[in-house]
């Protein structure tokens, strides 16, 4: 929202009848605080409070509603109190907030209220929210525990006790990370106003039912069950509630505490980590058996070719005392069809130059996943020989193959991989003509502009589009083409741009001047 559109609104808003008994004009207001609804900024909440307070009830309530729009887009802390400090607003104005509107949208304005510069505002804020009894007062109760006025402290601490009821203790869950801040106010000493909350939060013993009815957040979840077992401790129902939950960092927490179970309950768990979905948790639990890996020697064996480098690499690490050949185990295994990608992987990682002739031959056989991991495996043992690969698989495999031989091609650039891909681009579909391009812009320099300006013409629309963009982003980049122009490039860009020939209804007068500006790159001395 623009400085003349605010004003223009502003302006309207304020408009009064000129004389008794005519309209307000109320429908050209109601178009106003539509555009403050989708445009404004909670720093507008400022001007439209007096609005609150119109004799007309429609433009009253949606000013209400508006407001606490823009009251919703407040994220921080800090925003709450710059935005909200200095509000227009008065003991009085509280009452009648409370009086006025629907209890959602009045508890939002006495939310707001909450936070005024005025001691005396924000604690007959405080005692409003108290009697509102709504879950959204509790936040800003817990605000106001630290307010820097001791009788606002009071009144708060007193005010959220209230609260201690079951029908609000998912609300005080979720304002955990707030609840947290109160140790570390320094003007005042709140570890009993701390306590206290946390005990009407956990007193209430959690099992599978209790906790899959939540809805609070992932990171007010992980923060209560820390707090739960630290206060409780853990069991076996509490245990498999934690490694049920969607959250990985949720089910890593069973790692902190295993020791409190039984040795059969320990192995099972641990068992379980080691095959969970998420990589992190798998990792997490390979660095916890790290001092005691004899005992899931074969699992961790197994573990040698997730699809994750990070464990693969500790999986090898914890087996080294066992003295394994890890390239005949991974070459064993791809013969088998065991874990056939993570092993390819793997013995990329492990492998010699004499095991290319052998990843080479699985390339030619395997299906796109298995091919796709060959081509990673030879790239790092030979990035001249997966160049010759990328050029071959680049015509006819899917993006994600493509994708990777972009990176190969774009560090093996060359006059082969120049014509290889020119001639590939004459009968390629759009598809294929889109990652082309992606190449010649990943690569950039000379060598790409005479492409580029011919795509500029090709029959299908968004191969074009792409081509405007990157031939863009080319000449952006120019300016530091630190380097003589080859005249084999030069000769072929200018050979395509005096062919190519458009319709001046259709290129945009940006496009136009892109264009002409691209004429002054073909000069060549």
């Known amino acids: 929202m623009d400085y003349a559109e605010y004003n223009k609104c502003i302006e309207i808003l304020r408009l009064k009848p000129k004389w008794f008994g005519t309209d307000e004009n109320i429908p050209m207001k109601l178009d106003c605080l539509e555009t403050f609804r989708s445009k404004g900024s909670p720093s507008n909440i400022h001007a439209l409070i007096p609005f609150l307070k119109s004799n007309d009830e429609i433009f009253r309530q949606r000013t ?74 509790i936040r800003f109760l817990i605000l106001r525990l630290s307010d820097w006025v001791k009788n606002v402290r009071e009144a708060a601490a007193s005010s959220i006790r209230k609260y201690f009821i079951d029908e609000y203790r998912e609300q005080f869950i979720s304002e955990l990370d707030n609840i947290d801040g109160l140790k570390n106010v ?17 007193e209430k013993k959690l099992n599978t039912e209790s906790y899959s009815a939540l809805t609070v957040t992932d990171k007010a979840r992980l923060l209560y069950l820390k707090k739960y077992i630290e206060k409780n401790g853990i069991d076996s129902q509490l245990t498999k509630i934690l490694i049920s939950d969607k959250s990985f960092l949720t089910r890593i927490q069973v790692l902190k505490h295993l020791n409190e179970l039984n040795p059969s309950e320990q192995s099972r768990i641990i068992l379980q980590l080691l095959n969970d979905k998420s990589s992190q948790v798998r990792l997490q639990t390979l660095y916890y058996l790290r001092d005691n890996s004899i005992q899931y020697y074969d699992i961790i064996l197994k573990l040698t070719s997730d699809l994750s480098a990070s464990i693969r690499d500790l999986a090898r690490y914890l087996l080294r005392t066992h003295k394994l050949n890890f390239r005949e185990i991974y070459k064993d295994r ?13 013995l990329a990682e492990v492998a ?4 290319l002739d052998f990843l080479k031959t699985v390339i030619e056989i395997e299906d796109k996943n298995t091919r796709l991991a060959c081509l990673v495996g030879i790239q790092k043992l030979d990035v001249q020989q997966a160049k010759g690969f990328a050029l071959k698989l680049f015509a006819d495999e899917p993006n994600k193959i493509r994708k990777r031989c972009i990176e190969i091609l774009s560090r093996t650039w060359d006059r082969d991989v120049i014509l290889e891909t020119e001639q590939l681009y004459e009968n390629a579909n ?26 500029t013409s090709d029959k299908d629309s968004t191969v074009k589009e792409l081509a405007w963009n990157f031939l863009q982003k080319w000449k952006d980049k120019a300016l530091r083409l630190f380097t003589r122009p080859p005249k084999e490039a030069m000769d072929k860009a200018t050979r395509y741009y005096e062919q190519t020939v458009f319709n001046r209804t259709e290129i945009s007068p940006s496009r136009q001047k892109l264009w002409d500006e691209i004429r002054y790159y073909l000069r060549y001395d």
């Open 430 to 455: 759009p598809t294929l003509k889109r990652m082309i391009l992606t190449l010649y812009t990943t690569v950039g320099g000379w060598d790409v502009l005479g492409m580029l300006i011919k795509a």
């Open 334 to 346: 791809i013969q088998k069809h065991e874990h056939k990608v993570g092993s390819i992987l793997g």
């Open 186 to 202: 320094g003007r005042t000493d709140l570890t009993t106003e701390y306590e206290s909350i946390l005990g009407h939060i956990l």
């Open 64 to 137: 209400a509603g508006v407001i606490t729009s823009l009251f919703d887009k407040l994220k921080s802390q800090n925003q709450l109190y710059d935005s909200l400090k200095y509000l227009p607003v008065d003991v009085s104005d509280v009452d009648f907030f409370s009086k006025s509107f629907p209890r959602d949208v009045s508890v939002k304005l006495l939310a707001l209220s909450s936070l005024n510069h005025s001691g005396y505002v924000r604690q007959r804020a405080i005692e409003a929210l108290t009697l509102a009894k709504h879950p959204q007062a």
């Open 352 to 355: 010699t130059t004499n095991d």
